[in-house]
């Protein structure tokens, strides 16, 4: 990501962000992270906020590097080294952060990626299908608070091909999307476990639905 993002350069608009710029793209990344080792720093903490970066272009980078090569090193403890966690679907250790941030980095280095005129990188099939996984299990709870709003009724089948993975999720009107076990599907999203990964979190990818494809509506990450 950091070396798309310095090709790109800081004015560069992301594509698939298009209210953000390159810069403002390597702010919030660098942002999250100081705010992850703001929640490793204090496990038992209330509302852990990390340092702001800096808001010049030649400040920030420098600034992320070490902020990002701070947050290794915190991984280094182990993955049972308690963490502060908001997200209630997560452990609240460094093994639940590590696979959060893995992700969050791979999305967003697609974005700084594409600003840089790229082609996207293609990701490892286990990695690619873990994410699918972390997306249809616990991102896709987090879209909204409130499903009251949400109509949508059906089974949809996701499937990584190459990774042998299958999900099958329910839909119910003012309810947030479920997994179930195997059910004749109303529409199926299916492909390589790398282009499924980036359909769930609408970046480029080369897919095929079949079925009723508004029902995927409801499984978009925020």
């Known amino acids: 990501m950091r070396e798309a993002a310095l090709a790109a350069g ?16 390597v702010r919030h990344v660098a942002a999250v992270q100081a705010w992850v080792l703001a929640c490793i720093a204090d496990p038992h903490g209330g509302e852990p906020r990390g340092e702001r970066p800096p808001k010049e272009w030649d400040e920030i980078v420098p600034w992320w590097d070490g ?16 963490a502060h966690m908001p997200f209630p679907c997560y452990e609240a250790n460094l093994r639940a952060w590590a696979r959060r941030q893995a992700h969050e980095a791979a999305i967003h280095r697609l974005d700084a990626e594409l600003a840089a005129g790229r082609d996207a990188t293609t990701f490892d099939t286990m990695f690619a299908a873990d994410g699918v996984d972390e997306a249809l299990s616990m991102i896709i709870h987090r879209r909204r608070a409130d499903w009251s709003a949400v109509e949508a ?19 119910a009107p003012g309810q947030p999307p479920a997994l179930t076990g195997p059910a004749d599907p109303d529409v199926t999203l299916s492909g390589g476990a790398d282009a499924v990964y980036k359909r769930l979190w609408r970046r480029p990818a080369d897919v095929s639905i079949t079925g009723e494809a508004t029902l995927l509506d409801p499984l978009e990450t925020p």
């Not at 698939?16 to 810069?23: D, F, G, L, Y």
């Open 67 to 82: 902020t990002r090569a701070e947050l290794r090193r915190a991984f280094d403890s182990g993955p049972e080294t308690p």
């Open 153 to 171: 009724r059906g089974t949809v089948l996701v499937h990584a091909e190459d990774a042998r993975r299958l999900w099958s999720l329910a839909l």
């Open 10 to 25: 800081p004015e560069a608009t992301v594509p698939t962000c298009p209210e953000w710029t390159v810069a403002r793209l």
